[in-house]
């Protein structure tokens, strides 16, 4: 994946580093960092410079987010009432005011969620699909998604750029970010459920 990554970056420069974030934004498994880290690498061999890596990438972030957005709002909350009314919301034991209470906490909450959320991996490209769902203003989506997206792809095209062929090495320490990162959204979403649920039993009782 990695060599591939690099191939395409070197050989459409700017537009390479555009698709790959794009896609990266609607398939989160590719890893942004490499491709970050190496374009700030390259602008120190190539004609290509940090400016450009900036605009490219943040391009790309804002169109994989779109495409998100639209998937999200495709899925609104109706329709996802409507899944709930059935044996999934049965089995899950959510109900259409669990929707509703998501609905309005991401009302109150989205700009801030979308701005900061950019800057965690993995939830950096799905937190599109709830601001879809939630029907956020795509103005103010586009505004937050922006900013968030070019603070951390200056970040590391920055420092690409700055540590030149040991960019790698930078790498790594992204790679143990991104790990930590997970693990700690993996024990937060268990401890939310278990609060959720122990909550729904005691209004039971």
Same mark, same amino acid.
């Given at each position: 994946?990695?060599?591939?990554?690099?191939? !395409?970056?070197?050989?459409?420069?700017?537009?390479?580093?555009?698709?790959?974030?794009? !896609?990266?934004?609607?398939?989160?498994? *590719?890893?942004?960092?490499?491709? /970050?880290?190496?374009?700030?690498?390259?602008? %120190? &061999?190539?004609? /290509?410079?940090?400016?450009?890596? $900036? !605009?490219?990438?943040?391009?790309?972030?804002?169109?994989?987010?779109? $495409?998100? #957005? #639209?998937?999200?709002?495709?899925?609104?909350?109706?329709?996802?009432?409507?899944?709930?009314?059935?044996?999934?919301?049965?089995? *899950?034991?959510?109900?259409?005011?669990?929707?509703?209470?998501?609905?309005?906490?991401?009302?109150?909450?989205?700009?801030? +969620?979308?701005?900061?959320?950019?800057? *965690?991996?993995? =939830?950096?490209?799905?937190?599109?699909?709830?601001?879809?769902?939630?029907?956020?203003?795509?103005?103010?989506?586009?505004? #937050? +998604?922006?900013?968030?997206?070019?603070?951390?792809?200056? =970040?590391?095209?920055?420092?690409?750029?700055? $540590?030149?062929?040991?960019? %790698?090495?930078? /790498?790594?320490?992204?790679?143990? #970010?991104?790990? !930590?990162?997970?693990?700690?959204? =993996? *024990?937060?979403? =268990?401890?939310?459920? &278990?609060?959720?649920?122990?909550?729904?039993?005691?209004?039971?009782?």
């Amino acid at each position: 994946m990695q060599q591939l990554i690099l191939s !395409i970056m070197n050989k459409f420069g700017y537009l390479g580093v555009f698709l790959l974030i794009a !896609i990266e934004n609607i398939f989160p498994p *590719i890893p942004s960092e490499v491709i /970050l880290l190496f374009g700030g690498f390259m602008t %120190t &061999y190539t004609k /290509l410079n940090v400016i450009g890596m $900036v !605009i490219a990438s943040t391009l790309g972030s804002v169109v994989g987010a779109i $495409v998100l #957005y #639209y998937i999200g709002k495709i899925f609104n909350k109706e329709r996802l009432k409507k899944i709930l009314s059935g044996k999934i919301g049965k089995i *899950i034991r959510l109900k259409n005011s669990d929707i509703d209470n998501a609905d309005h906490w991401f009302d109150t909450k989205g700009n801030k +969620t979308v701005f900061f959320c950019r800057f *965690i991996p993995i =939830v950096r490209s799905l937190i599109s699909i709830p601001a879809g769902m939630s029907e956020m203003p795509m103005t103010k989506f586009l505004l #937050y +998604t922006t900013c968030g997206s070019a603070i951390w792809n200056i =970040v590391l095209v920055v420092i690409g750029s700055m $540590v030149g062929e040991n960019w %790698t090495s930078i /790498l790594n320490i992204f790679d143990t #970010y991104s790990h !930590i990162v997970v693990i700690l959204l =993996v *024990i937060i979403f =268990v401890v939310a459920i &278990y609060i959720f649920y122990k909550k729904r039993l005691k209004k039971k009782h």
